[in-house]
């Protein structure tokens, strides 16, 4: 049974920082490229954040180019997404992705963590 698990979400003032963390299981985490979608009240999903398989292309929204990175570590099948100079408009409830392609797609994915509430107060 394959898990993610998300991690690291909560309330934080404008300006601040957070950094997300999903840990896997069930599936071989290397084969798979992963990233980070979100959903605020009211809104479509949409696209944050992806990273290959190995690590070395990652690709961002442009509203949170800069301010957030994605990183992943394949020895501990771990996902983390920093997220610096947060603003309220990225309140949202983030959902860490698995899949075997590499994209911005929000759905057709093959694995979604439960998701975590993100609150960025001003």
């Known amino acids: 049974q394959v898990q993610l698990v998300e991690s690291g979400g909560g309330l934080v003032q404008a300006g601040g920082s957070l950094r997300l963390s999903c840990a896997a299981s069930?599936?071989?985490?290397?084969?798979?490229?992963l990233g980070w979608l979100r959903q605020a009240p009211g809104k479509e999903r949409e696209f944050v954040s992806a990273?290959?398989?190995?690590?070395?292309?990652?690709m961002y929204t442009d509203s949170v180019q800069g301010r957030f990175t994605i990183s992943r570590d394949n020895a501990k099948s771990t996902v983390y997404l920093q997220m610096n100079s947060l603003k309220p408009e990225d309140t949202a409830v983030y959902y860490c992705?698995?899949?075997?392609?590499?994209?911005?797609?929000?759905?057709?994915?093959?694995?979604w963590g439960q998701g975590i509430q993100v609150t960025v107060s001003a």
């Open positions: 069930g599936l071989i985490f290397s084969e798979y490229a």
């Open positions: 990273v290959t398989w190995s690590g070395d292309s990652r």
């Open positions: 992705v698995a899949d075997k392609k590499f994209s911005t797609r929000v759905d057709g994915l093959d694995y």
